[in-house]
């Protein structure tokens, strides 16, 4: 494959500075102004689709701040978004580093992001709590003696139309 120009590149650059300038100034490229309006909150139709069968992705950040995007079951109990997952796990470590977390499920047009600070819970009671939440919603998790839970305290959902209180 050709190496792109000097101009090419340059022209390249120049979007992107130019971009990067316009969020940091509160404006999209695409959409005018960025809305500073955030809610933890979902509607009844943003809560019927989290308690449907679907996988997510979660992303955190790694170790040189690259996102780290990797595909989860969840649960959505009280306004906590909870992820059963091996200790010493790379989404464990990247959350024992930086707290972090989205976890983001779409299936076509639907889509809604829980954005949040995470923690890991290692304690009995909070396991078999998260492995209960699983298996209501996808089946029972098989026996892991090294598991823990990935639990996101939810600051800020976003959404496709009807799925996040406004």
């Known amino acids: 494959m050709a190496r792109?120009?000097?101009?090419?590149?340059r022209?390249?650059?120049d979007t992107c500075i130019s971009t990067l300038d316009m969020v940091r100034s509160?404006?999209?490229?695409?959409?005018?102004?960025?809305?500073?309006?955030?809610t933890t909150e979902i509607t009844a139709e943003g809560t019927r689709f989290v308690e449907e069968r679907h996988l997510a992705i979660l992303s955190t950040m790694s170790r040189t701040g690259a996102i780290h995007a990797v595909a989860v079951g969840?649960?959505?109990?009280?306004?906590?978004?909870?992820?059963?997952?091996?200790?010493?796990s790379q989404k464990v470590r990247?959350?024992?580093?930086?707290?972090?977390?989205?976890v983001a499920q779409v299936d076509g047009a639907r889509w809604i992001s829980l954005v949040g600070s995470a923690v890991i819970e290692r304690e009995r009671d909070a396991v078999e709590l998260a492995e209960?939440?699983?298996a209501t919603?996808?089946?029972?998790?098989?026996p892991n003696p090294k598991r823990v839970v990935i639990r996101?305290?939810?600051?800020?959902?976003?959404?496709?139309?009807?799925?996040r209180a406004r």
Not at 27 to 37: D, F, I, K, L, Q
Not at 74 to 88: C, Q, S
Not at 153 to 160: P, R
Request: with cysteine; hydrophobic share 25%; aromatic share 4%.
């Open 132 to 134: 209960n939440l699983y």
């Open 94 to 102: 990247n959350i024992e580093r930086d707290e972090r977390a989205t």
């Open 152 to 163: 996101i305290t939810v600051e800020q959902v976003l959404g496709s139309s009807g799925m």
């Open 4 to 9: 792109p120009s000097r101009d090419a590149r």
């Open 137 to 142: 919603r996808y089946r029972r998790p098989g």
């Open 11 to 13: 022209t390249c650059m």
């Open 74 to 88: 969840f649960t959505l109990h009280e306004g906590v978004a909870r992820i059963i997952t091996t200790d010493g």
């Open 26 to 38: 509160g404006r999209s490229p695409r959409v005018g102004r960025v809305t500073t309006e955030t």
